[in-house]
T-cell receptor, first 111, second 114 residues
Framework: TQLLEQSPQFLSIQEGENLTVYCNSS?????LQWYRQEPGEGPVLLVT?????EVKKLKRLTFQFGDARKDSSLHITAAQPGDTGLYLC???????????FGTGTRLTIIP | DTGVSQDPRHKITKRGQNVTFRCDPISEHNRLYWYRQTLGQGPEFLTYFQNEAQLEKSRLLSDRFSAERPKGSFSTLEIQRTEQGDSAMYLCASSLALRGREQYFGPGTRLTVT
């Protein structure tokens, strides 16, 4: 089983601060997805990155795929309480698209 | 499009009882996935269907677990003789069977085995 390690496991910061969370693996990915999950709900897809070195922006969120396609980061600028949630990275399996999820980063933004 | 729905949202059962969960996917989606998520962890793949055919089952899916999708639409996941270790959130997702197509997740069924 290919493991996706996410760090930090927990992060609690003040509103307005910037933060970065990471997703790492020892293996190369063909693509990587980032999800946010709120309590009592299923994960919601934020972005898919495919090309090594790729950077995608979604409002205040910036996603980067490592050049070697073994790691990814999510940077949030000027965090808001609405950003609170569990952030998960996931690798789609070629063919059946089943997802292998990372361990998650639980983010809390304090107003 | 009402999204993926799951029923019930919460289930509390005593050890040894059987439980059944239902998932209704997005209507035109031919793939349906089941995942299990324990507290503080990411979801883990259990099984998936393409139309009515169950194409893969994880080793996590012991013989007490069975899933069906009889008409290629809704799916059920049954757990027989529940154990405390079965306590988790059971998530269903659906998608089109095309490379790179997004999976849409339901809200999950939270199972507590006492």
């Amino acid at each position: 089983t290919q493991l996706l390690e996410q760090s930090p496991q927990f992060l609690s910061i003040q509103e307005g601060e910037n933060l970065t969370v990471y997703c790492n693996s020892s293996s190369v990915f063909s693509s990587l997805q980032w999800y946010r999950q709120e309590p009592g709900e299923g994960p919601v897809l934020l972005v898919t990155v495919v090309t090594g070195g790729e950077v995608k922006k979604l409002k205040r969120l910036t996603f980067q795929f490592g050049d070697a396609r073994k790691d990814s980061s999510l940077h949030i600028t000027a965090a808001q309480p609405g950003d609170t949630g569990l952030y998960l990275c996931a690798k789609p399996n070629f063919g059946n698209e089943k997802l292998t999820f990372g361990t998650g980063t639980r983010l809390t933004i304090i107003p | 499009d009402t999204g993926v729905s799951q029923d019930p949202r919460h289930k509390i059962t005593k050890r040894g009882q059987n439980v059944t969960f239902r998932c209704d996917p997005i209507s035109e989606h031919n793939r349906l996935y089941w995942y299990r998520q324990t507290l503080g962890q990411g979801p883990e793949f259990l099984t998936y269907f393409q139309n009515e055919a169950q194409l893969e089952k994880s080793r996590l899916l012991s013989d007490r677990f069975s899933a069906e999708r009889p008409k290629g639409s809704f799916s059920t996941l049954e757990i027989q003789r529940t154990e405390q270790g079965d306590s988790a959130m059971y998530l269903c997702a659906s998608s089109l069977a095309l490379r790179g197509r997004e999976q849409y997740f339901g809200p999950g069924t939270r199972l507590t085995v006492t």
